[in-house]
């Protein structure tokens, strides 16, 4: 029988794949971020490529928010001279 553990990635902790019956004859893989549910897969590898899209998007989502900070900054202190 396969090991039922989770399984946390090695970079991110906050990122787990795990084996659960999601309502389907077969039990599928969730991938989860924080506990929250990103999404299922009937492969472990098929959900750890369902983490590893989200943590794209999430530092894409965080760089922009960067980038639209030092805007943001570089507008205000053109303003002030």
């Not at 590898?45 to 943590?55: E, F, K, S």
């Amino acid at each position: 029988m396969p090991n039922l553990r989770s399984v946390r990635s090695l970079c991110d902790r906050r990122y787990t794949v795990a084996p659960e019956f999601c309502g389907l004859a077969e039990r599928c893989f969730v991938a989860r971020f924080c506990g929250d549910w990103l999404g299922r897969s009937a492969t472990r590898a098929g959900a750890v490529a369902i983490n590893r899209a989200h943590a794209t998007l999430e530092r894409a989502r965080l760089s922009l928010a960067q980038a639209q900070a030092d805007l943001d900054l570089a507008i205000t202190r053109g303003r002030e001279s």
